[in-house]
């Protein structure tokens, strides 16, 4: 069974990521000495490509990692906060309604 977890732990979570960075990451061809990759992204409105070095790919693809678990902890922040905020209003919301539980019999109309 999993766990609820509290918006402080999230929030805690959040904070103890290191490294972000949005986008992807993309073989761009087979060499002799193995792939060579860029890394591509949205910024103000343009696709930027960027080359990454062999040896920066393990860096940028934990700073991608940490980006999507950026984005899956304030999803689920949001979600707790959005079912709190939901809650509170509940009980408002019921104690407004003093209207009667009956309602005056309703009348036939004639069949003629």
Not at 40 to 62: C, F, H, M
């Amino acid at each position: 069974m999993k766990t609820q977890a509290t918006p402080q732990a999230l929030l805690q979570q959040i904070s103890a990521i290191q490294s972000m960075e949005r986008g992807r990451l993309c073989v761009l061809r087979q060499g002799p000495g193995g792939p060579y990759y860029n890394h591509q992204t949205w910024e103000q409105g343009k696709n930027i490509s960027r080359y990454v070095a062999r040896d920066q790919v393990p860096v940028l693809e934990a700073a991608l990692a940490g980006y999507a678990q950026f984005q899956s902890l304030t999803e689920q922040y949001a979600q707790l906060i959005i079912a709190k905020s939901r809650a509170e209003r509940a009980p408002a919301a019921k104690k407004k309604s003093s209207r009667p539980k009956f309602s005056w019999p309703k009348t036939r109309k004639s069949s003629n």
